[in-house]
């Protein structure tokens, strides 16, 4: 049986990595601390991401605003015999569902629907709980942002079976689908969520934890 061994952080050692070439640095203290580079590569060094709370919040409410109208306005407009039919996400799982594609149903209704929901609820509560109540353990959080981080670009797999509809009609000849402004949101709504998990620092987590700091995310 292996014995548990007891570390500590890089940054109560007052150490700090370079992101870009992995050299290890002693943390200067005083005003030279926020200016302090690489003395391989010249790259700014951080023990945590600058402004990462900040920056997630701002992409992450971004993101929201534009789920609005990437879910209100029409996702694509079909014309068939010289009649239109514009069709928002939801019409367009009904629509599915109703011509029996229940698997593409199923797919576009989770990517379009379930997963950009649960990140958003996901990435509220990790930035709530850093400095909120201790309701998990850091390890917990840490595994559901990683998911979070990892199921990211599969919110675009709606967006790719549309293209490929598009792309099947057109070769059919059957009518003309011309892409409407809910998908340009859509799509936009993914890259920013991305973002946002992105800018969040995990190991702001442990910090509490560990009681490195005092004001995560500065």
């Known amino acids: 049986m292996s014995a548990k061994i007891e570390g500590i952080s890089a940054r109560a050692a007052g150490l700090v ?3 870009a070439c992995g050299r290890v640095h002693r943390l200067p203290e005083g005003p030279s601390a926020a200016s ?3 003395a391989r590569c010249g790259g700014a060094l951080h023990s945590r991401k600058p402004r990462g709370i900040q920056r997630a919040w701002a992409l992450l409410l971004t993101g929201i605003l534009l789920y609005i109208p990437a879910n209100i306005y029409p996702i694509m407009t079909t014309w068939s015999m010289g009649r239109p039919q514009a069709d928002t996400i939801a019409s367009g799982i009904v629509s599915l569902w109703h011509h029996g594609a229940y698997g593409i149903a199923g797919v576009v209704f989770v990517a379009s629907l379930v997963i950009p929901v649960m990140k958003f609820l996901v ?5 709530l709980s850093v ?3 201790r309701s998990l353990a850091p390890g917990q959080k ?3 942002y990683h ?3 990892f199921i990211g670009p599969w919110s675009m797999v709606d967006v790719f079976v549309m293209a490929l509809l598009v792309a099947l009609v057109r070769m059919g000849g059957i009518a003309t689908v011309i892409p409407g402004v809910a998908a340009a949101a859509f799509a936009a709504m993914v890259g920013a969520t991305m973002l946002s998990a992105m800018a969040f620092d995990p190991r702001l987590l442990w910090d509490r934890e560990d009681n490195d700091i005092e004001s995560p995310g500065g």
């Open 36 to 38: 302090f580079t690489c």
């Open 17 to 19: 990595a370079c992101a």
């Open 131 to 133: 400095r909120g109540k």
């Open 123 to 127: 990435i509220v509560y990790l930035l």
């Open 147 to 149: 998911v979070t981080e």
């Open 142 to 144: 840490t595994r559901m």
